[in-house]
């Protein structure tokens, strides 16, 4: 599986990002795909996150109600709409998939890939 991220870019405070992340290869067995971002001198985090199927999201507390998760299935993209950025949100964003591989046994083994990341950097 790879993973492709655009959209990243400089904005000012209280502005909005789109951020794009095509998955291609492997991907009819993804299971989940979502978003973390890593600022300098951190460790990265989850921002959030959207499963497959249902489409369920998960969101960390401090995007909530600012940012949004979406996917497009046939495109195999997923979508992080940022809005009312904030400078502590200046970090670089990377997309990730988690992909299950069901073995005849009834085993299952989990594969996770990451983007090369894409920098949003917000201004005061």
């Known amino acids: 599986v790879q993973l492709v991220e655009s959209g990243g870019g400089l904005v000012q405070a209280g502005g909005s990002l789109r951020l794009s992340c095509a998955a291609s290869?492997?991907?009819?067995?993804?299971?989940?795909m979502g978003w973390y971002r890593q600022a300098p001198g951190t460790q990265r985090e989850l921002v959030a996150t959207?499963?497959?199927?249902?489409?369920?999201?998960n969101y960390a507390d401090p995007v909530k109600g600012r940012f949004a998760i979406s996917r497009d299935n046939a495109k195999n993209t997923i979508y992080l709409q940022m809005n009312n950025l904030k400078p502590e949100d200046t970090a670089v964003y990377y997309c990730?998939?988690?992909?299950?591989?069901?073995?005849?046994?009834?085993?299952?083994?989990?594969?996770?890939?990451w983007g090369q990341g894409t920098l949003v950097t917000v201004s005061e």
């Open positions: 990730n998939a988690v992909r299950t591989r069901y073995y005849s046994d009834g085993a299952t083994s989990q594969f996770e890939y």
């Open positions: 959207i499963t497959r199927g249902d489409g369920d999201t």
């Open positions: 290869g492997d991907t009819y067995t993804i299971n989940a």
